[in-house]
């Protein structure tokens, strides 16, 4: 199902003991803690792109105390993942959401991210689901119709690729920052619904629609780790106590179906 990231190759990538091989003899290291780095040098825009170490650590202690399960479980709710699912999240982070869903409902995941320490710390802690890194942006490492389902919480848009690498009758879920998420450090923001519909419109049709919002009593390090996650720059003195609102919009996609041109 993993095709090869170089440019004009896309062949499928076969698994051997230590690393992904094509037919073209483009290789891929397999890491020691199981994920596979399949980023191309034109994918990246500095030499460590995405998320800092310091991001996904904040943000898988957040997740770890279970701020954000009201999230997870909105995001269950509306997508009713079955163990028969083939799932891809793209823009993954640490991993908490997929990684969690699928050890509750037993399907295949396949999280991809550009960020190391991302699948890093995602490989380590569900080490039976396949973690890859690479630039979805520009172009997912699956083959066609490979996923019964797609996911992008706060993270990855690339409606043209979601539709190839999904199967004519999948799924695809997308979570933004509400209006009010975080809306206490960082004033109200905008509604991003429209405008999301609209960026998947030529390729999805939405079916749902459901904002998932919770709030949360955060002790300063909490507080601390929640500015580090949005890098917000850290204040000289040490963040206070606060109740915090997070809140996502969820848009449920089904993909539309192309007629092609015999
Ligand atoms: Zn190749």
Same mark, same amino acid.
């Given at each position: 199902?993993?095709?090869?990231?170089?440019?004009?190759?896309?062949?499928?990538?076969? +698994?051997?003991?230590?690393?992904?091989?094509?037919?073209?003899?483009?290789?891929?290291?397999?890491?020691?803690?199981?994920?596979?780095?399949?980023?191309?040098?034109?994918?990246?825009?500095?030499?460590?792109?995405?998320? *800092?170490?310091?991001?996904?650590? $904040?943000?898988?202690?957040?997740?770890?105390?279970?701020? /954000?399960?009201?999230?997870?479980?909105?995001?269950?709710?509306? #997508?009713? %993942? !079955?163990?028969?699912?083939?799932?891809?999240?793209?823009?993954?982070?640490?991993?908490? =959401?997929?990684? /969690?869903?699928?050890?509750?409902?037993?399907?295949? @995941?396949?999280?991809?991210?550009?960020?190391? %320490?991302?699948?890093?710390?995602?490989? +380590?802690? =569900? %080490?039976?689901?396949?973690?890859?890194?690479?630039?979805?942006? &520009?172009? #997912?490492?699956?083959?066609?119709?490979?996923?019964?389902?797609?996911?992008?919480? /706060?993270?990855?848009?690339?409606?043209?690729?979601? &539709?190839?690498?999904?199967?004519?009758?999948?799924?695809?879920?997308?979570?933004?920052?509400? $209006?009010?998420?975080?809306?206490?450090?960082?004033?109200?923001?905008?509604? &991003? *619904? $429209?405008? !999301?519909?609209?960026?998947?419109? @030529?390729?999805?049709?939405?079916?749902?629609?459901?904002? @998932?919002? *919770?709030? $949360?009593?955060?002790?300063?390090? @909490? #507080?601390?780790?929640?500015?580090?996650?949005?890098?917000?720059?850290?204040?000289?003195?040490?963040?206070?106590?606060? +109740?915090?609102?997070?809140?996502?919009?969820?848009?449920?996609?089904? %993909?539309?179906?192309?007629? &092609?041109?015999?």
């Amino acid at each position: 199902m993993l095709v090869c990231p170089v440019r004009d190759c896309h062949r499928p990538l076969q +698994r051997e003991e230590r690393r992904l091989v094509c037919e073209r003899g483009h290789s891929f290291d397999i890491a020691r803690s199981g994920y596979i780095n399949l980023l191309q040098p034109q994918d990246r825009r500095s030499s460590e792109p995405g998320d *800092t170490l310091a991001a996904v650590a $904040a943000r898988r202690r957040l997740h770890d105390r279970g701020f /954000t399960g009201p999230l997870l479980d909105a995001i269950a709710d509306l #997508v009713c %993942p !079955t163990p028969n699912d083939v799932v891809l999240d793209a823009g993954c982070g640490d991993g908490f =959401y997929l990684g /969690t869903l699928a050890r509750k409902a037993g399907f295949s @995941a396949h999280g991809v991210d550009i960020a190391v %320490p991302a699948i890093e710390a995602a490989a +380590r802690r =569900y %080490p039976e689901l396949e973690w890859i890194v690479a630039n979805a942006d &520009r172009f #997912v490492p699956y083959a066609d119709h490979s996923f019964s389902m797609a996911i992008s919480i /706060t993270a990855r848009m690339n409606p043209a690729e979601f &539709r190839r690498v999904l199967r004519e009758d999948g799924r695809l879920l997308i979570a933004v920052p509400s $209006a009010d998420d975080l809306s206490e450090l960082r004033g109200s923001g905008h509604d &991003r *619904t $429209a405008r !999301t519909v609209e960026t998947f419109a @030529a390729e999805f049709a939405l079916v749902d629609q459901r904002r @998932a919002t *919770t709030m $949360a009593d955060l002790d300063s390090a @909490a #507080v601390q780790d929640v500015l580090l996650s949005i890098y917000r720059p850290m204040q000289s003195r040490p963040a206070e106590a606060m +109740r915090l609102t997070f809140s996502l919009d969820l848009l449920l996609f089904r %993909p539309r179906l192309l007629f &092609r041109p015999r």
